[in-house]
């Protein structure tokens, strides 16, 4: 019987012996296993700490780069804006230049006419030397405006002196054409016929019958200039007997036929 128990006993011993070794290499597998997991576990948060970190570099790069990119977006906003500016006054300095161009071009083309008048001009004239020539081209001018308005004065004058002599001609113009008119309208004109110096007196070859009466008085005409005078004393109906007026004789002219014989004062109608 107690064999048996012994080896019950035995039995349960080794039993329990590879119950407990089993259960030790279980325990040693999950120690295993634990201490693997926490190492793990303290990997994957070193890890995960690395990775947190790095985030958080990467979100720092993020913000900054995303800095960057506004500061970037705005530098190339203001550049497009420069740009246009630019652009713009590129083309407003393209319209300047053209302006100036043709600017230029009249220049030229009133230079090259001032050159003209400067040759014109004369006297090695140039553009230091115009405005000397301007000054004296002034006084010049000056000068004979004043002469042009004393010659204005002076003609004004001579008008007035003019349009005087011109009223005065007319005046004589006038009387001689009145006087000649009255001379003409004498019908009563003759001829001397003889002249007797001695006595003083000459024959007329007209009479009565012509116009001629006592005590007319007559004048003698010699080419149309008179000579003297003389009284009817004795009239016919042809002829006519007169005294001659030795004081209206001019020095050294003595009377003789052919002279001309007319009324002093013409016949009024």
């Known amino acids: ?133 301007i000054l004296e081209i002034e006084d010049d001018k000056k000068a004979k405006q004043t002469k042009l308005e004393e010659l204005g004065v002076l003609l004004e004058g001579a008008e007035k002196s003019v349009t005087t002599s011109r009223a005065e001609s007319d005046r004589l113009v006038n009387r001689l054409i009145d006087r000649n008119s009255r001379i003409s309208r004498n019908a009563m004109g003759a001829v001397v016929t003889a002249v007797n110096q001695d006595w003083g007196f000459l024959v007329i070859g007209a009479g009565s019958n012509s116009g001629f009466a006592p005590q007319t008085p007559l004048l003698v005409e010699r080419d149309g200039r008179v000579i003297g005078r003389v009284r009817p004393s004795a009239i016919e109906a042809t ?23 007319i009324l002093a004062q013409p016949v009024t109608n």
């Open 1 to 133: 019987m107690k064999p048996i128990l012994y080896s019950v006993v035995i039995l349960v011993a080794s039993g329990a012996a590879a119950f407990s070794y089993i259960q030790y290499e279980e325990f040693v597998a999950l120690e295993k296993d634990r201490t693997e997991t926490i190492a793990s576990k303290e990997q994957i948060i070193a890890d995960a700490d690395v990775a947190d970190k790095d985030i958080k570099d990467e979100k720092k790069k993020l913000a900054t780069s995303q800095e960057k990119l506004e500061v970037l977006t705005q530098a190339v906003s203001s550049l497009k804006s420069t740009g246009n500016s630019l652009a713009n006054d590129l083309a407003k300095l393209q319209e300047d230049i053209k302006s100036q161009d043709d600017e230029f071009a009249q220049l030229n083309k009133a230079l090259e006419e001032v050159n003209n008048i400067l040759a014109d001009l004369g006297g090695g004239v140039t553009l230091d030397t115009l405005p000397e020539k």
């Open 239 to 261: 002829q006519t007997i007169a005294e001659i007026d030795l004081e209206s004789l001019s020095s050294g002219v003595r009377l003789q036929p052919g002279d001309r014989v």
